[in-house]
């Protein structure tokens, strides 16, 4: 398999699939539609989406089902990115290459479209309900999206990172933060994969434990890019936890300790999905890939 071309085709459609659901940009509420869709359409990697459709995939799920939930965790993730970047958050100017969306659109319509990103996500997700009428996998699915996303998951995981900004930070609170404000969403596109396609309570559970892992192997990465890489190659501001004085793992334990840190989690990560006695092999590929990547 030539991954990196794997890679492009499957990125490609999850973009096809996220451009399709969009909204319209029309009616009196056409600027904050142009501001969502601004942000959606700033590229990126397209990870979260990705990785449902390969679980999905693992488990030999029917793929038009889960368009709704690629589009919709997609639309999640950027709501998240658009708030970071807000003056009261992060205050970055620029992501994925291009300037933030308070920049181009104003700071209230930045705080306005990603809420409103937040609430379109759901209002997708439910269209799968008229493409599989009945199926009370779809439901199980937005329970699953849903608990990951809020108070208990990625926001929940947000509102400790921001209350905590600049201070101390214990181990134990850094990683309540990583395991909710990252792996959360991560859990949760794996999860709704594995869920939409059928998979059993038990095989859903190690898919959850792999994919905590593989969102602390990212997070704990993007800490070691964000002191070892440049603004040109992430496409946003790079030393900006050195500015914000942010407690990472590589504050914590250096570079070359955080980075055994990421091997870690991705070995323990293939080793739960090794235990469900099926294969992926672009999957397995995409999980070392995202441990190693450099942007």
Not at 5 to 18: G, S
Not at 19 to 42: D, H, I, Q, V
Not at 212 to 224: C, E, H, K, N, T
Not at 252 to 268: N, P
Request: with cysteine.
């Amino acid at each position: 398999m030539n991954f990196k071309e794997e890679l492009k085709v499957r990125t490609e459609y999850a973009e096809e699939v996220i451009r399709r659901w969009l909204p319209e940009e029309t009616g009196f509420a056409k600027s904050m539609a142009e501001a969502m869709n601004y942000s959606m359409c700033a590229g990126g990697k397209r990870l979260r989406p990705v990785l449902l459709l390969e679980t999905l995939r693992l488990f030999e799920g029917r793929e038009s089902v889960a368009e709704p939930f690629m589009a919709g965790i997609e639309m999640i993730h950027t709501h998240s990115l658009i708030h970071d970047d807000l003056p009261v958050i992060d205050n970055d100017d620029y992501r994925r290459g291009r300037l933030t969306t308070h920049k181009v659109y104003g700071e209230a319509m930045g705080v306005l479209s990603g809420v409103a990103l937040l609430n379109y996500a759901y209002e997708t997700m439910f269209q799968a309900f008229a493409m599989d009428p009945g199926d009370g996998r779809v439901a199980e699915a937005l329970k699953i999206m849903s608990g990951k996303t809020g108070l208990y998951g990625m926001l929940g995981g947000q509102s400790v990172d921001v209350e905590n900004d600049g201070k101390p930070v214990s181990r134990e609170m850094l990683d309540y933060i990583y395991k909710h404000k990252t792996s959360a969403l991560i859990e949760a596109s794996m999860m709704c994969g594995a869920v939409l396609a059928g998979a059993s309570p038990e095989e859903t559970s190690l898919v959850e434990k792999a994919a905590s892992d593989i969102g602390l192997a990212f997070q704990i990465q993007d800490d070691i890019l964000d002191i070892t890489s440049t603004s040109e190659e992430l496409g946003k501001p790079v030393h900006s936890d050195e500015k914000n004085n942010k407690v990472t793992y590589v504050t914590l334990f250096g570079v070359e300790k955080a980075a055994e840190k990421v091997q870690k989690f991705s070995e323990s990560a293939l080793s739960s999905l090794n235990e469900l006695n099926k294969k992926n092999e672009f999957l397995e590929m995409l999980i070392l890939e995202m441990a190693s990547r450099r942007k």
